[in-house]
């Protein structure tokens, strides 16, 4: 399962709070650029798709 982060929803004006959701440690920040999902740790739980408040981060349509 491939996460996409719309860089277009995401306002990047915070630390994102999927961090700390995320209980693999698949999602990393760069200050508060476009957070990166790695899809090697990535569990596949869905929680970061549920807790984001901007719907900015979902499955990617492969
Ligand atoms: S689906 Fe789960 S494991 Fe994968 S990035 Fe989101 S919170 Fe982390």
Redesign the pocket.
């Known amino acids: 399962m491939a996460?996409t982060v719309n860089s277009t929803l995401c306002p990047q004006n915070h630390r994102c709070p999927?961090l700390r959701?995320?209980?693999?440690g698949?999602?990393t920040q760069a200050g508060n650029a476009l957070p990166q999902?790695d899809p090697e740790k990535?569990?596949?739980?869905?929680?970061?798709?549920k807790y984001c408040g901007m719907k900015a981060i979902y499955k990617q349509n492969v």
Not at 21 to 24: D, G, Q, S
Not at 42 to 49: F, L, S, T, V
């Open positions: 996460l999927l959701v995320c209980p693999a698949a999602i999902v990535c569990a596949e739980c869905g929680k970061c798709i």
